[in-house]
Structure formats: C-alpha cells, structure tokens
C-alpha cells in the first residue's frame, strides 16, 4: 500500500521499482534528480511556515515563499529529455501563493507519475496537503483527486476510494461541480477495475453530465473515454465509437490527446473488421506526431489495417520505424506489442519476416514478463511453424457497429492525413 514518505524515501523506493525500467538510465537519473529535489525542497517550505505560522500568521506563507519560490520554479524546470510532451512544466511557472503552488506541484507530480515514480509523485501531492485548509477548495480537491490516481496505479485502490470520498465530499459542501465530476470518473475507473461495469458506467454517465453542462472539455472528455471503453468491452460498438468520437471531439487542440482518442476509435474500427476507417484513425493518430507511448501502437496498428487492405508498402514503412523505435532500447511494452502487430500484419504474406518479430518481441517479453503479450505471441508462433494462420490475423470478420457507429467510422475516414508521409 502507498503511503506518504519523506521525498529521500520515496525516490529510493521508486529507485527500486524503476529497477527494470524500459528508459535510458541516465535520462531516469536526471528525471528522478530533478523531482526529489523539488519534493525536498517543498518539504523544507512547508518546515519553514509550520514553524513561523504562529510568529507571522498569515504572512507565513508569503514570506516563506520568497525564499522558496524561485528555488521551486527552478526544481520544476528540470527536463526530462525523454518524457512526453503532456508531462512538460512550463518554464515560467513559478508560485506566488498557495494555489499557484499548487498548480505547480501538480505538474511536477504529473511529470513523475508519467514517467512510473509514483512514490515521488504521491509525497509531493501528500506534502502539500498539510497546509490544506489554506488552500482554496477546488485546488485542494484536485490535489486530493491526482493523489487518488497515483494510489491507484500503485495498487493501491482502498487509498484511492478513500480519497476520492473526501474529493466527493469536498465537491458537495463546496458546491464545486468539477469536483464532483472528478470523483466520479475516480469512481467509475476503480469499478472498471473490480470489474463491476455496470457501476462504472453508471459514474462515467454521471461525470459526463457534469463536465458537458459545465462546459468542461477535459473532463468531458475522460468520462466518455471511460463510457467508450465499458461500452466496447460490452460488445456496444456503436455507443463505443459514439462516445469516442465525443471524447476526440473534446480533446481538439491537444496533439497528444487527439492522438490517444484517435488511437482508441480506430482499434474499434479494426477489433470490428472495419479496416479503412482505422487505417486512416491510425494515420492521423501518427500525422499528429505523437510521444512514443502512443506512436508504437499506432504504427503497429496501422500495419495490422494497412495489411488487411493490401497496403504492404505501408505495412513495411511502419516495419521500418518500428525497427529503429526498438533499435533504442527504450518502451519494451509498446515495443514488444507493436512487433506482435507487425508480425499479424505480415503472417499471411511474409511469413517468414512474421517469425523473425515474432522472436525478437518474445526476447523482450521473456525479458520484462510480459506474460498476456509473451502467451499471443506463443500462440502466433505456433501457428506460424504450422502455417496455419488465417487471413483474419490482421483484422477479424467484420461485425455490425450501427448506423450511430458507422457515421462516426464514416468521419474517421474524412479525417485529413497524407497516408505515407504519416509514417516516416
């Protein structure tokens, strides 16, 4: 179970998780460097006005933070050469008072949670609150609310439910309606978890509300990210594809998130057998020049469709840039699911090229236990040694989605993408 720790503490205790992390070391070290020194140096702030608050009152946190404030925007300014673009700081961002404090602690947080040094990001966020009742409601419920998250990717779900009671409970008594919303998609993703679906869905329906009569587009666009992964583990394609063209809809503007939502839409068009429209949701996922993390799925889901047209030639640009993505040693899990992909796009054509992924991903699978992608791609090896793998390796029989989901696979297909120059 996560707990707060001292900023030394949970760096060490992130040292030992990232033991086998997929990231060059010294861009993790540099990584790691840069948020424990923010975090100590929010420890040493909150020191300082816990011990002056009875001297200067309220002018505890001012006065400190004259001190501490440059010290912390510059922390914060440590890049991370290799993290995503969603997990930059800004470069002017430097705190004046507690809620821009905050703000900023949550970006640092973000850029550690990001990058798996979930034990640093929970000690600043739980730092931080120790002066929480200074702290404006919708800010504390935020911080409150990102805590919540990172106890939840760290396994730790009795945290989170606990600390998205208290976001609930702040929302209300607040009357913060982003608040309420926030706990509700915290709710409905633990319930996905437990795999109790029809709760789940009942609370992402509930942010949705919200956030569209709020008007907030990010939240918007989380709920019905959740609605459209509970609506397609149904088998409910066509509210899938509705409700994941909402959340694209919501992230406009927004390179990375676009390129997520888009990533999502088209492994619906191609789980459903439809390749042409996810062939185009693939490649304008990539024309968006997205991170790493969605650029390998992307590529090798583009293959997977591109392959099921007979669009070899881009099947083997997307070989090509996957190759030198794995020649860097970096992302084993995208890597070795994006060569899975590469190896179905290829099984029924080039067999033989087909075996050669299907060897390399196992390596990384085995390496990194990997153990869902390692049985696939068993089980693909087995039928590629019998020649025994179907036309349907690339892309299953198509399966009615709708006339709600095939509008939305209609306007997946408009989407403007140059379908080679998306790839290089």
Known sequence: ??????????????LESLGNAVVPEPELDNALSGWVSFGSILESFLVEVTSTAQENGTDAIEHSLETFGPRLAVAAEERDSAADASSTVPSTAQPHDLTSLATLTRLVADAAEQRGALWLAYAMLATLERVGDAIPPLELGRLLAQRARVARKANSSEVADTLYRRVDLLGRTANAPELTARAAIGFGVLAQFRG???????????????????????????AQHGRMVIAARRGEFADALSFGWDAFSAAAGN??????MLLNLAQIAIDTGHPRPALQGFLAALARRPGPRSLLPALGGAARA??????MEIVYRCAARIGELADKGSF?????SALLDLALAMATRQPILAERHVRRALRLAEEFHFHELE???????SRLE??????????PP?????????????QIEQLESELLQAVT
Do not use: C, W
């Open 255 to 260: 390179r990375e998130q676009e390129a997520d």
């Open 332 to 336: 084993a899990y995208p890597i070795t």
């Open 196 to 222: 109790n679906l029809p709760v789940a869905a009942r609370h992402f329906a509930k942010a949705a509300r919200i956030a569209t009569r709020t008007g907030d587009a990010d939240l918007r666009r989380l």
């Open 398 to 410: 198509s399966r009615s989605v709708g006339p709600r989901g095939f509008e939305v696979l209609r």
């Open 1 to 14: 179970m996560i707990i707060p720790l001292p900023a030394l503490a949970a760096y060490r205790r992130d």
């Open 375 to 381: 049985h696939h791609l068993m089980a693909l090896q």
């Open 386 to 395: 019998d020649r025994t793998v179907s036309a349907t390796s690339a892309a």
């Open 306 to 311: 591109a392959a099921a047209l007979n669009r």
